[in-house]
C-alpha cells in the first residue's frame, strides 16, 4: 500500500480497522468477546481525543500553569487506565495475544521506564520552584506591613533578589556567569543542603538534582524515550488485530507528557529538540500536534529563550522579581509617599505570587509522584498479561 493512501486510511475508526483486519474470518469469529475488545480499543481513541482536546481549549494564559500542567498528569492517568482496561486486562480474557502484539505491548512498557527518570528529575525541579518561594517569601517579609520602611529592609531585600535572580538562571547561562565558585559547588554531592534554608548558597540552586546522576540529560532522555516510536503500518495492525494502535496512541501520549513537563519545569540539560511528528489523522493526533505547537511557539517568545522553564508561574517569578528589583535600586531616602505606595504595590503582587506556589507545589508534586509509581505498577501489570518477566 503507497505510503499516502495508507495515511489516508487511518482517518477511519479503530472499529472499522479491526474489522477489515479479521474480515476474512468474520463469519467464524463474531463472539462477544472480540465485539467487546473492538469497543474497548474504539472507546480508548475516542477518550484519548476528548482528553486532548480538552486540553487544548484551554487559553494562553491557562496553559502550562501549575494546574495546567497538573491537569495534564491527570489526563495521563485517566489514558493510561483505559489503556489498562482495554488492552491489558481484556487481553488476559482472551484466548491468547499473538507474538506481535505481545512484543509491542512489551515493548511501550519498557519505553515507559524511561519516563521515572523524567519523573524523578521533575520532582527536583519542583523542589529548586519551592526555594525560590521561600526567597520571594523572605522578600515580603523584609517589607513588614506594620513597620516603617527603612534602608534596613531594602538592603536585605536587594540581597534576596540578587540570589534568587542568580538561582533562576538557566544552568548553562550560569555556570558561565558566575566562574569557579559555581564550578566548585557543582562538582560536589547532588545531596540535600543540610544548611538553614534560608542561607543555601548558590551552587545550591543549580545542583537541586538528587534523584539522578550528574551526567544525566533531560534533552537525552527524551530522545531515547522517542526512539523508535512510529505509526504502525497496516501490517502491524492485522498481525496485532488492532492492538497496535492503541500501543502506538499510549507511547505518543506517554512522550508528550514527559516532554511538556520539561518543558515547563527546571530539569537537568533541559531539551525540547525531541522528533514529535503524530499523523493528524488519528482522532487524538490535532489536538496533541497543536499542543505542541503552543508549546513551542512559547518556548521562541523573546522573554522566555533563556527561561530555566515554561511554567506560567516562572514567568510570574521573574518579571515581578525583575521589576522589585528595579523599584528597590531606584529609591532614595527619605522616602516619598509615592514611592512607597509603589514598594507596597509590588510587595502585596510578590506575596500573592508566593502564597500561590505555597498552595500550588505540593499537589502537583503529589501527582508526579502519582504518575511515577502508577507507571510501575502498570508495568508489572502488563507484561504479566503477556507472560513476560518484569
Not at 495508507?6 to 472480540?34: I, W
Not at 506481535?100 to 521506564?113: G, K, N
Not at 510501575?376 to 513476560?388: D, F, N, Y
Request: hydrophobic share 35%; proline share 3%; charged share 25%.
Amino acid at each position: 500500500m503507497p505510503a499516502t493512501e495508507y495515511q489516508r486510511s487511518f482517518g477511519r475508526t479503530l472499529l472499522n480497522l479491526r474489522r477489515d483486519s479479521v474480515h476474512s474470518v468474520a463469519e467464524s469469529s463474531t463472539t462477544a468477546e472480540s465485539t467487546q475488545m473492538e469497543a474497548e480499543l474504539d472507546s480508548f481513541q475516542r477518550k484519548v481525543s476528548e482528553r486532548f482536546a480538552d486540553l487544548n481549549a484551554s487559553t494562553s494564559e491557562d496553559l502550562l500553569s501549575l494546574e495546567w500542567v497538573g491537569k495534564l498528569l491527570d489526563s495521563f492517568l485517566s489514558c493510561q487506565e483505559e489503556f489498562r482496561s482495554a488492552v491489558v486486562v481484556s487481553g488476559n480474557h482472551r484466548a491468547a495475544i499473538s507474538p506481535p502484539a505481545e512484543r509491542m505491548i512489551a515493548e511501550y512498557f519498557d519505553r515507559s521506564v524511561k519516563a521515572l527518570d523524567v519523573c524523578n528529575a521533575i520532582r527536583d525541579g519542583v523542589e529548586r520552584i519551592r526555594q525560590w518561594q521561600k526567597l520571594i517569601e523572605m522578600v515580603v517579609c523584609a517589607f513588614d506591613g506594620k513597620r516603617p520602611l527603612g534602608e534596613g529592609q531594602f538592603r536585605r531585600a536587594k540581597k534576596t533578589l540578587v540570589e534568587l535572580a542568580i538561582g533562576m538562571l538557566d544552568d548553562k547561562e550560569a555556570s558561565s556567569s558566575s566562574g569557579s565558585v559555581s564550578s566548585q559547588h557543582r562538582n560536589r554531592s547532588f545531596g540535600r543542603n543540610k544548611e538553614h534554608p534560608h542561607h543555601r548558597t548558590i551552587g545550591h540552586f543549580r545542583s537541586l538534582s538528587w534523584s539522578v546522576s550528574r551526567s544525566w540529560s533531560a534533552s537525552k532522555q527524551l530522545q531515547a524515550l522517542g526512539s523508535g516510536l512510529a505509526p504502525p503500518r497496516a501490517g502491524d495492525v492485522t498481525a496485532t488485530g488492532g492492538l497496535a494502535v492503541p500501543v502506538y496512541t499510549m507511547g505518543s501520549v506517554l512522550l508528550f507528557v514527559m516532554w511538556a513537563l520539561v518543558a515547563a519545569i527546571p530539569c537537568q540539560d533541559r531539551g525540547l529538540q525531541v522528533h514529535f511528528n503524530v499523523p493528524r489523522s488519528f482522532q487524538w493526533g490535532g489536538s496533541l500536534m497543536s499542543l505542541h505547537d503552543r508549546i513551542i511557539e512559547e518556548s521562541r517568545k523573546r522573554e522566555r529563550r533563556n527561561s530555566c522553564g515554561l511554567l506560567k508561574e516562572i514567568n510570574q517569578i521573574e518579571r515581578s522579581s525583575r521589576l522589585m528589583g528595579e523599584l528597590v535600586d531606584s529609591v532614595q531616602f527619605p522616602l516619598s509617599e509615592e514611592k512607597e505606595i509603589g514598594v507596597r504595590e509590588r510587595v502585596e503582587e510578590l506575596g500573592q505570587l508566593q502564597e500561590a506556589l505555597k498552595n500550588g507545589l505540593d499537589p502537583f508534586e503529589r501527582k508526579v509522584r502519582e504518575v511515577f509509581h502508577r507507571i510501575v505498577r502498570s508495568r508489572t501489570e502488563g507484561l504479566e498479561s503477556v507472560g513476560t518477566a518484569p
